[in-house]
């Protein structure tokens, strides 16, 4: 079965809206399809949904930086998942997980200053900066760290109706329909029906969800037969 295209969901869109390419033409719908895919995606994640497609980046950060202990996030990133440091430079098997640092809840007299000094490379922490990270404690002169990025990419936006639609949207592209339709009927202030559609989307995304996400059981556990409420 071939890949659906960017045109496949507007068409469907236009049949929900019952509409055609003067309401939900091809330029309108392109935009109304990068916006269902950014929220798809959004939502995909805030579910922890890690089929939303996820990547690693790596960098090498040293105390002769000019930002000793900064990193800049991969120019593709849509969502951090995790960061790993390794203070040994040895790579493999020597990471540790970095543990998220918030500045307005520094205890005591601690300082920022102070953990990039005094911060145990056993239990390594990182802050965000904006377009860049930074890690503590910050490596020492001739010992540099190697930081390993898990995120989530971010989605590729459609440029023409002739794009095809990517994985996890595949799995039921009709819902970036729905998704759009809702849109569609916001612009025509229709809050009524927009609701009916973005109730649709969200039912989808549920499905979609419920197929994505870890079950509590993989694979499927042997289960000793249990006999009860028998006389022998």
Not at 6 to 21: E, F, G, H, N
Not at 197 to 216: C, T, W
Request: glycine share 6%; proline share 6%; no cysteine.
């Amino acid at each position: 079965m071939p890949a659906a295209t960017v045109s496949s969901v507007i068409t469907y869109a236009q049949q929900l809206a019952q509409t055609d390419s003067n309401g939900i033409g091809s330029v309108l719908g392109i935009a109304f399809y990068n916006d269902a895919l950014q929220d798809m995606t959004r939502d995909l994640i805030e579910r922890g949904i890690d089929a939303s497609q996820t990547s690693e980046a790596y960098a090498t950060i040293a105390a002769s930086d000019a930002q000793p202990g900064r990193f800049a996030w991969p120019s593709d990133m849509f969502a951090l998942k995790t960061i790993e440091v390794d203070f040994t430079n040895s790579g493999t098997s020597s990471y540790l997980q970095a543990q998220k640092l918030d500045v307005a809840n520094l205890q005591g007299t601690t300082t920022w200053d102070y953990l990039r000094v005094n911060q145990s490379t056993s239990f390594p922490q990182f802050t965000n900066h904006g377009d860049t990270g930074e890690i503590f404690p910050t490596p020492v002169a001739g010992s540099p760290a190697l930081v390993r990025i898990y995120y989530y990419l971010t989605p590729t936006e459609a440029t023409v109706v002739s794009d095809s639609t990517a994985y996890p949207q595949t799995l039921d592209y009709r819902m970036l329909s729905a998704k759009m339709t809702s849109f569609y009927y916001k612009r025509q202030q229709n809050p009524e029906m927009a609701k009916v559609f973005e109730d649709d989307y969200q039912m989808r995304l549920g499905k979609v969800k419920n197929i994505l996400a870890p079950q509590s059981k993989q694979p499927i556990q042997p289960e000793k037969l249990h006999i009860t409420g028998w006389s022998f």
